[in-house]
């Protein structure tokens, strides 16, 4: 058994079994059925999102610094779609439809990235003859040989960066060292057809997560009534049910993706959605008539000879699909987009606070665009997950939990990694023997797994603090939320100093900036869209959530930025100098880290004047604290 699956195992009963039961007593039994279905759909967006880097780099080939970029533009792509699909519900399919529609797209989409086809050869050319490569492994167990005469030899970079060729006979037709510059790196066999298949999966996908991810929380608000005190824990369950579904993703999709081959990864992904689909459609009676259309006769009238309003809707909705087809290809255009759809939507906010409202209401305004952007700097460095920490934990991270075998109960359980016990002698055949080796897809895990443990500790804080009237403020939490951000990439640099001969530290030190982000995550993510209503004028507080969801989607693509700059040379997706790696995603994470401290006690420094904007947006009133909460959906 894989360590990481027995914690999970535990994890989850430790924690599911409470919300289980809650679940099964005094809630809607809709709720159960949008619990499943939004568990199912982050399983297959996180499962996938795991795998994709490493796609990218190992299976298609593509240069780390372009893959970063194809990753920022799904991304991204990801957290603007939202917005047509909740247009889309709210005017006329209604959240049901609207969710099922995307639970469709979905597994297509995820089905479609199993069909994986061969992987592209990368090829090295010198002296004008052209050498392939062989490549075995994904993941941190990708190794890449040169064939050199019919035989495969192993490849890295010396202390100079040069190219070697380790174990060459004198009698080759090329150096064993080739200096840069004197050799060509290429890719050959990159199949136009599969590549296509790729594009369109995630087209696909974007497109379902636009219908699902704002209407299956919009669902959740519609089964409870106005004021029934069952909605605030009803939504804290709901949150569970999505943090379990990311748990799971990046444990078994990584599990299976690295050990059984990608189409097995992202497979399991497409059957989590399928399975989302099956109880979100069986479970329909249990919704009550909730979610329905606005006008069901308007839905269904014609309005384009026989097709009816619903029809030409989906039919629109596969165009855009073939628009994203297009646009995900081809990052600069994205880029080009979203930034100047960005700094346009600011600059109306920033015309409508000094040209339309009065002080109050400009004030609000103001601090809102504020924490925007430090919700920006947040994500940015937060989705380096994906990215630059998924790479650098595949190549600078000791991916086994112990440092050596353990044998329990007289040997009848042993704790080590194969190659652990591989040194020690011991044969795990008739033991309970528990693989205590990473690999590093699955680390997506732990971030999850910190939200499951964290989140009931911070609600219980927060109310707390609440009841005493010392709740934190907006521009407090975003700063504290900046500084642990920060503070977790400079784990890494202390991590550094253990580093053992291959350049891998030890694994504490992930979980630690992990447990970090985790608990900036905390601080920054519950209290953005709150505020945005609260300081928002009514007239453009739609247009004001749009630009949140638009910051993030900004946040997606700064961190593809980053990410390429901590890239380094890989050869077949192999890192030829693991050294250089470190040396490289460090230097780029201590920027990043000090600047986001900076930026953080900056809002700290800021708070007590940038409070007054709020003008008591922030402030309770203890008569109510008796009476039933509701939140808004």
Known sequence: MNIVVAVGILVTLVTGVPVLIQLLRGHPRGLIICFLAEMWERFSYYGMRGLLIFYLTQHFLFDPKVASGHYGSYTSLVYIVPLLGGFLADRYLGTRKAVAFGAILLVAGHLAMAVEGHPATQTLTYASQTYDFKVEGRGEARVARIIVGDKPYEVAANDKGDFEIKNLPAQAALPGVLPKGQYKLGVKDRDPLYLNIFWLALALIIVGVGFMKANVATLVGQLYPQGDPRRDPGFTLYYYGINLGSFWAAILCGLLGVNFGWSAGFGAAGLGMLAGFVAFVLGKPWLLGKGEPPELPKLKAPVLGPVNREGLIYAASLGVVGLIFFLVQYTPVVSATLVAGMFGSLGYILWFAFAKCEKVERERLLLATVLVLGAVVFWTLFEQAGSSLNLFAATNVNLTLLSHPVQWFGGAVVLGSPEQLTAAG???????????????????????????????????????????????GPMVKFGLSLIQVGAGFLILLIGAHFADGAFRMPLIFLILMYMLHTSGEMFMSPVGLSQMTKLSPLSIVSFVMAVWYMALAMANLFGSWIAAIASSETIGGQVLDPAAAMTQSLLVFKVIGLVAIAIGVLFLALSPILKKWSHGSDDTNPELAAEPASVAP
């Open 426 to 472: 011991l044969n795990p055949a008739g033991k309970l023997w528990v693989n205590t080796a990473f690999n590093a897809a699955q680390t997506q895990a732990i971030n999850a797994g910190w939200i499951l443990i964290f989140a009931p500790v911070f609600a219980a804080l927060w109310t707390v603090l609440g009841r005493r009237g010392r709740n934190p």
